[in-house]
């Protein structure tokens, strides 16, 4: 749109930047004014010094349900503000004097209203629906303000009509067809619009006195969004590097009568109505009272949909190294997996059963497990030495999940809390008694205990492009607590504390990710020289360090992450790899040893310091429609062995 003569307002997308509203020079001088939220298609307008837009609104907990609000930016101020509340307007138009914005309301039964809202107060003043058969779309306001143009859809294909606003009537500039049209604007008394009589997009210009249509721009690849300057139009052509800026002067314009644009559109419809037997009208659809019957959410709560060759928990998209059966149900309120899930950490596997119901506002998790686990306690009380075992457990879990958008940033905060039983058995190298108390103790094959645990995870992020590894920006805190409350077995008791920060690398695309961690164990009862079940890590020790036990634990890491090439490499059937990038990282953690009464030799600090480097493919396996992260990262501990580690995630 143009503010003045030699600056434009655009809307900018791509690959590279998140979406940005921005002006520029006759000179291509660019500048970004703001980042707008999560936009809507044909959702930018401009007049009178202000910029209007609808946003996706979300419900902080119903992943389904969100609005679709009406949104200002004043540029004379720099203020940004929200028209409406819990509403569900789209396609806004300023009027000429910006003092109103007429925006399309669709109704949950799917009705459609043309409505005009004043801009200083917010308040509807003007109200306009068709007959339920009509779908309205795309107003523009005539020059003079006291008639809006919208588009209209039905069963006979598009049309362009204009709402007197004095009196409610409406009249049909262009009848109705079955060609594409989108983003009418007035240029004078004509209206400039986008069409594909010609098989792509061109601009057409339709004379409203007389009601010939003329396409006035053709260019090789399509042109769209066409508004008026003076002596002139301004659209957008698009090429191989996306769209850009063109102006056409007056004496440029073009003047084809639409009976002379030749069709060159593959005309897949037509293929498509000959393959068919009939066409589906309204003439033809049987009128007829279809049976309701009811829908048992009992029954359908398991749906096997897919499987995967490595561990998924579809609710909590997490994904690692294993297999899995993945089920959902139709109202999307019921995630299963039943997988295998192997842990570097411990150097243990799990079969597990995962199920996730999600219709209720607290979601409801159920997580039955079996596997070997790994336990440590204190031989000749100065080392500490582990012993596999195998556990079985059951465990249950109350989360309400909480998001929202706030212009181009997104928040989350979700408190949990679990609980559950667990058995464990003993394996061959378990030791055979666990200690209770001075004069009790236990065998492992009699070991039941009662957990809990307490996690709130918060975060901000600034929203992302497909390039970006890491956000730009970004914060996460996690904070978790576990212990055993009752039962004459107790574990150690866990604290857990995580800060993460996501900050812009030296290049687009690049990232930086600090995290700084905490884990602290507190032991009842503790007495030297005997056996201790504790509960596991909840934080990671430095890459290439496993079977690690301590009382007290501080890590900081930092990962920078780049992209490599993007091969666009197609294997058919079997991988489509859309990136290469590589990684390299630096972790330290200090460690405090659990104490030792009658004797400090392990007592003493320890340190941990590793570095490496990582490299991963971003690709598509087997048609598998969700992004799939495969990689190997190689860490150098001090003190240990070269480590390798299998890289995996998924983006859902």
Known sequence: ??????????????????????????????????????????????????????????????????????????????????????????????????AHVAVIETTPTDRSYLVVINVSTGEEVFRFGNTADDFLMQPFWHPGGEKIGIIALNESGKRIDLVHLDNSTTQTLLPSSHVDIATPSFRGEDIIFTGAWSGINQIYRLNTAEGSVTKIVSVPYGAVNAVSLPGGILYSSYSA????????????????PLETVEDHSVAFHRMLA???????????????????????????????????????????????????????????????????????????????????????YPVIDLRAETGQSRAFYLYNNEEARNFLYTEESLNLAFTVPLRFLHNEFFYGLSPRFSAGLTTARPGKDTPERIFVNEREYLTLASAVYYTQQYR????????????????????????????????????????????????????????????????????????????????????????GYSLQNHRRLSAVTADYALPFFYPDLSIPYLLYLKRVRGHIFA?????????????????RDEEFRSYGFGLTGDMHLFRFLAPISLGIEVAFPEGEDVSFQLLMGVRF
């Open 1 to 98: 749109y143009p503010l003045n003569d030699t600056v434009v307002i655009a809307l900018k997308t791509g690959l590279q930047d998140i979406p940005q509203i921005v002006s520029i020079g006759t000179n291509g001088q660019e500048e970004k004014l703001f980042n707008p939220g999560w936009f809507f298609p044909e959702a930018f307008h401009y007049s009178a010094g202000k910029i209007v837009w609808n946003e996706e609104r979300p419900d902080p907990r119903w992943e389904h349900r969100n609005w679709s609000e009406i949104m200002i930016y004043d540029m004379a101020t720099g203020n940004r503000e929200r028209l409406t509340d819990k509403g569900r307007f789209f396609s806004p138009a300023l009027s000429p004097d910006a």
């Open 241 to 256: 590097s996306g769209y850009t800026l063109q102006i056409a002067d007056d004496d440029n314009l073009k003047n084809l």
């Open 274 to 360: 000959e393959q068919e037997a009939t066409v589906v009208s309204r003439e033809n659809i049987p009128q007829q009272e279809h049976a309701i019957e009811p829908y048992s959410r009992l029954r359908n709560l398991f749906h096997l949909h897919s499987w995967a060759p490595f561990y998924i928990d579809g609710a909590s998209q997490e994904a690692g190294i294993g297999a899995s059966l993945l089920f959902q149900n139709k109202l999307s309120t019921s995630f299963a997996t039943l997988g295998y899930e192997w842990d570097n950490q411990s150097e243990t596997g799990k079969y597990s059963f995962n199920y996730s119901y999600q219709g209720w």
């Open 456 to 543: 709130l995870l918060a975060y901000r992020q600034r929203r992302t492009v497909a390039r970006d590894i890491y956000p730009r920006l970004g914060q996460v805190v996690d904070i978790q607590y576990r212990h055993t409350p009752f039962g004459e077995f107790r574990m150690s008791d866990v604290l857990a504390l995580r800060g993460t920060a996501f900050l812009p690398g030296l290049a687009r695309h690049h990232g930086l990710r600090l995290s700084a961690a905490y884990q602290s164990r507190s032991i009842p009862n503790y007495k030297p020289n005997t056996i201790r079940y504790t509960s596991g890590n909840l934080i990671s020790y430095p890459r």
């Open 587 to 603: 972790d330290y953690a200090r460690a405090e040893n659990f104490p030792a009464q009658n004797s400090n030799a392990i007592a």
